[in-house]
């Protein structure tokens, strides 16, 4: 019973501080935020800060590797596909749920896409998504038995690349564009391209 309710108390302790410190990086740059500044803002000492993690940086590596695995445990590429056709309500609704997941989460991704202190994240974020997918992708049955392997390696950098700026934008904007909305375009971009989703046809 002792070991439970300390364990309690050290997971109390360690979501105070994370939710201070995403809080701050919403205010001030990750360069210029201090220990003090961070134990403050959780109601703690800086003694009992000291008792979690070694330092702000350790502090921001454990945030960022949470946050990274509970969005990439969204993505399930073999999900979206079944007898070499892809299932159209699959595709939208994972767009959905990634969408809200970004939106339940927006605290932490607007921390790390805007605060200038950290400026690996897209790269690490898209690096996360394109070792899931290419674990993934073996699991996929190809329509023709086989793929153009250039494109296994351009598709998911285009499409990552994409996804990663259009979260960007769309937490800049407030979301203010609902999830579904998007999602919709997004689909309508990867069954008929650019091109077409805008309206061209292709010149004969």
Not at 26 to 44: C, G, R, Y
Not at 76 to 89: N, T
Not at 104 to 121: D, L, S, V
Not at 155 to 163: H, N, Q
């Amino acid at each position: 019973m002792g070991s439970e309710s300390t364990d309690l108390r050290v997971m109390k302790t360690r979501a105070a501080i994370q939710s201070a410190f995403l809080d701050l990086l919403q205010e001030k740059s990750f360069n210029v935020l201090t220990i003090k500044d961070i134990a403050s803002a959780a109601k703690i000492g800086r003694g009992t800060f000291y008792l979690h993690y070694v330092d702000k940086y350790e502090l921001l590596e454990m945030v960022i590797e949470k946050g990274l695995s509970e969005t990439i445990d969204h993505f399930h590429p073999h999900d979206y596909f079944l007898d070499g056709q892809a299932i159209p309500e699959r595709i939208t609704a994972f767009i959905q749920s990634i969408f809200r997941h970004f939106k339940k989460n927006a605290r932490f991704f607007k921390a790390m896409f805007f605060n200038e202190g950290i400026p690996m994240f897209r790269q690490r974020m898209q690096k996360r998504f394109l070792d899931k997918f290419q674990a993934e992708v073996r699991q996929l049955a190809f329509p023709n038995g086989s793929v153009d392997p250039l494109m296994l390696e351009i598709l998911p950098i285009f499409l990552s690349s994409a996804m990663i700026g259009l979260v960007s934008w769309w937490l800049e904007q407030h979301m203010r564009i609902p999830e579904e909305e998007v999602a919709q375009r997004i689909f309508l971009i990867f069954t008929r391209g650019p091109l077409r989703a805008l309206g061209f046809s292709f010149k004969a």
